[in-house]
């Protein structure tokens, strides 16, 4: 596996284990979720349905995140990245313009992690890009 590779398929492990952390704790416990993840009680009301249905949504997520890894296909990879990226992405716009109940240092909490998981989603996306790019061209080059 080159460098390239290994870097990406850390980056999935990585977007794939925070992305589980939540959605366990989301799914299996929605009431604990919303009373102690910082920041999600500052949405009310509790909606049990709500919050558990957004956990099974995030372990679809992660399942993607984790066969991508595993596989280490471009195609594969690239789904579950753009599928992890539009998620990420939604979910960082819908907190950064909600803010009215945070304080600044919840604020900028939430609105850095969610950040980087966006910026890491992009770079994976690229690198991933890159590499189906790099094979392209070396499968179209002539032979000497």
Known sequence: MTPVNSWLRGGLLTLAGLQTIASVWQYFFPRAFYDHFPTVKLDPPYNEHLVSDVGGLGLALTAMLYFAAVVMENKVVMSALIGYLIYAATHFLFHVTHFGNFSLAEALGVGTGLGIEVVLAVLLVYVTWS?????????SQPRS
């Not at 590499?131 to 499968?139: E, F, K, M």
């Open 131 to 139: 590499i189906r790019g790099a094979a392209d061209n070396a499968t």
